[in-house]
């Protein structure tokens, strides 16, 4: 609420810098690519990037305001949050200077942007690398303040609160990062793509790596699952699909022209590899992130103590809308599935009984894409 009040209080002002941050975005991007791309030519009045072969209209949403608006909140929020272990007043020079890298980042895309449309792949520069190189410039800048913020001596005592103990951080490795493998390589194979993702298998390969590699923290997991767990699976596909048809977009039921357009061997290994991950590393990676790490860690910080079935109705909910919000536009649906994987790990205290119903319900929503054309549900 004080957020918003916030922004509603500073939106006059802060459309007074669209103008002037979007032509300082411009001169840059036109410096840049002077020395790079000689033959590009400009124009001040309308913004406009000419590349021989591709042109560019820089808007005032591409000047990078938003961008260093969010590395600044970014920014105040992790200060607080670890406000004991930072070197005040000097850890402040932390939020200039993640706005400045994050700004000079955004001024590099764009220039990439004109390098990869004059090249000849206008498709990837104007759907896939353009909205998500903003996205991996603004995670890298965050990463970084984050890692120099602990453990740079200009910014940081040196003395941190005591951990809960090593096995618990080390744990928290390891029912996250298969989960952040996967976020991440679709970040870059969504860069790659010209609206269709056509690099999905990575992800699939990314997850496997990952859970492969941790393999030894989860031997004390419970894999054992009851019969509720694939009930629960259709269940919850019953639910998403009318959740849909109520509220749901109106989205294609087609088959994407670029995928109908790949060979039948090409087709058969991106739909096999989609089947697979959304029926096994999915399920297992975001189980291991939402139910068995963040459900627990909203009720102590030593996670890997907490009992589920000492779950809190707090933590139940706010993991549940976190996981619907990793699924966009699908949202609700996600949430309610949320409700329905916490609430069997809750009532079983094994991993194992979420993650059977969500592969439950992941594989029936394929069977639904693959024999009834229904590819809204991908």
């Not at 590099?108 to 004059?118: D, E, F, K, P, Q």
Request: net charge positive.
């Amino acid at each position: 609420l004080s957020t918003a009040l916030v922004a509603s209080f500073l939106t006059r002002p802060a459309r007074a810098l669209w103008e002037p941050v979007t032509r300082l975005t411009f001169t840059m991007v036109k410096f840049m690519l002077s020395w790079i791309l000689p033959g590009t030519t400009t124009a001040a009045e309308r913004a406009t990037i000419y590349a021989p072969h591709f042109s560019v209209i820089i808007s005032p949403q591409c000047s990078g305001l938003e961008g260093a608006a969010l590395i600044l909140v970014f920014t105040i929020a992790w200060l607080w949050l670890f406000r004991q272990e930072c070197r005040f007043p000097w850890a402040l020079a932390l939020l200039p200077a993640g706005v400045v890298i994050l700004f000079i980042l955004n001024a590099v895309r764009l220039t990439a942007l004109v390098l990869i449309g004059n090249a000849g792949a206008k498709q990837v520069a104007a759907q896939g690398f353009h909205s998500q190189a903003g996205w991996i410039s603004f995670n890298a800048v965050a990463f970084g303040l984050s890692v120099v913020a602990r453990r740079s001596p200009w910014f940081s005592t040196g003395t941190k609160p005591a951990e809960p103990s090593r096995t618990a951080h080390d744990s928290t490795s390891a029912f996250l990062i298969p989960f952040l493998a996967i976020l991440g390589v679709g970040m870059v194979a969504r860069a790659a793509s010209a609206g269709f993702e056509s690099l999905y298998p990575l992800r699939l390969v990314a997850a496997g790596v990952a859970l492969w590699i941790f393999r030894r923290s989860y031997k004390d997991c419970d894999w054992r699952f009851g019969w509720s767990a694939p009930i629960a699976g259709v269940g919850v596909f019953i639910l998403w699909v009318g959740l849909e048809r109520v509220v749901g977009s109106a989205s294609s039921r087609t088959i994407p022209a670029a995928l109908d357009a790949m060979s039948e061997p090409g087709r058969i290994f991106w739909l096999t590899a989609r089947v697979f991950a959304a029926s096994i590393t999915v399920p297992i990676a975001e189980e291991l992130a939402f139910r068995g790490y963040l459900m627990r860690r909203l009720v102590a910080a030593d996670f890997e103590k907490v009992d589920p079935r000492r779950f809190t109705w707090f933590s139940l909910a706010l993991s549940s809308i976190v996981f619907g919000a990793m699924h966009g536009s699908s949202w609700l649906a996600g949430s309610a599935s949320g409700l329905v994987y916490g609430w069997l790990y809750a009532r079983s205290g094994r991993i194992g009984d979420p993650v059977v119903a969500h592969a439950t319900t992941n594989i029936l929503l394929a069977v639904c894409v693959l024999a009834f054309r229904q590819w809204q549900f991908w």
